[in-house]
């Protein structure tokens, strides 16, 4: 699901950036570029990590 919703918002993504890129220019168009995965690392920071599943008692040799 995650790779086929990648390759659909590419695919309605680059005729606007082209179409910015042929009515600006090609440096205006490759803003967003490099600004989306800067801002998706700020986020991912902000992630925390999940805390440990508790077994039961029995779980803790069988595995």
């Keep these: 699901m995650t790779l086929g919703l990648t390759v659909s918002v590419g695919g309605l993504a680059a005729p606007a950036l082209g179409a910015l890129a042929d009515a600006m220019s090609l440096r205006l168009a490759l803003v967003p570029l490099v600004a989306l995965p800067a801002l998706g690392l700020l986020l991912l920071r902000r992630?925390?990590?999940?805390?440990p599943v508790a077994?039961?008692?029995?779980w803790v040799g069988a595995g």
Excluded at 47 to 51: G, H, I, T, W
Excluded at 55 to 58: E, G, I, K, M, N
């Design 55 to 58: 077994r039961p008692a029995a």
């Design 47 to 51: 992630l925390r990590e999940p805390a």
